[in-house]
């Protein structure tokens, strides 16, 4: 398989991983310094480092917004296009708040990859319903580091 498929079937498998809430598998397609540089101004956006970081803290506070059982994220996904060393997709978000209030938004992804895993993430999306729908005392503390977008 040359790098371009190899980097092809990272990136749908770990939309497809998502989708089925298959975390362990969306985790092992990290690399461990995974660097996570996701746009905006509130607590949630800037530079997040670590795959440990990036999903022992945003992660969980992101879903701890909204009611259980109500988020599906990635039901609906697109590769929009792949190459040696990076892939940009695009991936549904749905879910209810606590209360009552609709996250229905879509991702832009761009992922860079090592040989066999993401090395980092640029993450688009809309930032006025994050900044309507994500309670920022979830995250006890911001651990990314603010300012703008790495590239």
């Not at 603010?146 to 590239?151: A, E, K, Q, R």
Request: aromatic share 10%; net charge negative.
């Amino acid at each position: 398989m040359d790098k371009v498929e190899n980097n092809r079937k990272i990136i749908e498998t770990y939309y497809e991983s998502i989708a089925s809430g298959d975390f362990e598998t969306v985790i092992s397609l990290m690399h461990e310094d995974v660097v996570f540089n996701i746009v905006g101004e509130t607590p949630y956006a800037g530079l997040w480092e670590g795959r440990d970081n990036i999903y022992g803290i945003l992660v969980p506070a992101v879903v701890s917004n909204f009611k259980e059982g109500s988020v599906k994220f990635a039901e609906r996904w697109n590769v929009m296009c792949v190459d040696e060393n990076r892939a940009t997709g695009l991936m549904s978000a749905k879910a209810e708040a606590h209360d009552g209030k609709k996250l229905d938004m879509t991702y832009c992804h761009i992922l860079k990859f090592n040989e066999n895993q993401i090395i980092e993430v640029h993450e688009f999306f809309d930032t006025a319903q994050g900044e309507r729908l994500f309670n920022n005392n979830n995250l006890n503390g911001h651990s990314g580091k603010l300012g703008p977008m790495n590239y």
